[in-house]
């Protein structure tokens, strides 16, 4: 059986792993200063980070449309027996909600809510990649994709507030106190939304060396065949940091590099970082 794996571009996989698998984007919509961009190819992260910085207003996200799915599924339905779209979650966009309407005209087409977002949505396209070689039933693949969704973990350390304020997600109040006392705000998804679970204090490198610890060590649930390190742009101090922790407490056979894409960077701002992986 011949299986089309698709996804949205907020995965953040990197241009190896797309080109590797043969996957292709359903690119989201960014609106920067007022005019609409398309992500990854007509704007990127460094892009936003600049005009924020001098000045503008945070870009926003813009969900798939119902046609531009059935445009994108039309593109694959004829030349595949079968199609599967792993979409951003369900909290955070619209983008599920509209890929399920389109695929009513594709019986072929199998669409995913991954209840997660960057590269937490990435560990389930690449699971998909790996069943689309060994399944030959699209309904026994979806199941499967279903059942890993929940065991995701995905959780980032941000160095700075900025973002979150002006996009209302945190009072000014609020990051003035975290930033008086220095406090990096650990995110993570949970039953598919975003939500703050600890604050560390203290120079952000050693903030990301505490923080990997306390996600990887001295734990037994964990699938240790692939991590994502995800971030936006930070110091190789911080680097390097996360790296050494990764190596003390990881274990892992595969570990990626990966930048995150526009819709973190729209959110969350430089200075964002993660570990991401899967759970048993």
Do not use: W
Request: hydrophobic share 40%; charged share 25%.
């Amino acid at each position: 059986m011949k299986i089309k794996i698709l996804s949205d571009s907020t995965c953040d996989l990197s241009p190896e792993q797309l080109k590797e698998h043969n996957i292709d984007l359903a690119r989201l919509t960014i609106v920067k200063g007022g005019q609409p961009f398309v992500d990854g190819d007509t704007i990127v992260p460094a892009d936003i980070f600049a005009h924020v910085a001098a000045g503008g207003d945070l870009c926003s996200t813009t969900a798939y449309n119902v046609g531009e799915y059935q445009e994108l599924f039309s593109k694959f339905a004829d030349q595949y027996d079968g199609i599967i779209h792993i979409t951003i979650g369900s909290g955070f966009s619209s983008c599920y909600q509209n890929a399920c309407l389109a695929a009513e005209d594709f019986p072929n087409v199998r669409v995913i809510d991954s209840k997660n977002l960057s590269t937490g949505q990435g560990h389930v396209v690449l699971e998909a990649c790996r069943l689309a070689e060994q399944c030959e039933d699209l309904d026994e693949i979806a199941e499967k994709l279903n059942a890993l969704v929940p065991r995701v973990e995905a959780s980032f350390l941000l160095d700075q507030l900025k973002y979150m304020v002006k996009g209302g997600r945190c009072s000014s109040a609020a990051a003035l106190g975290a930033n008086l006392l220095n406090l990096k705000p650990c995110i993570e998804v949970r039953d598919g939304k975003m939500s703050v679970v600890k604050k560390y204090r203290g120079n952000y490198a050693k903030c990301l060396a505490t923080y990997v610890k306390d996600r990887l060590a001295d734990r037994e649930d964990i699938v240790r065949n692939e991590l994502f390190i995800t971030h936006t742009p930070v110091t190789d101090d911080c680097m390097d940091a996360v790296k050494e922790a990764v190596n003390t407490y990881g274990g892992f056979e595969h570990v990626y590099d990966t930048m995150a894409g526009c819709t973190v960077s729209c959110h969350c701002g430089p200075g964002t970082l993660g570990v991401l992986f899967v759970r048993k």
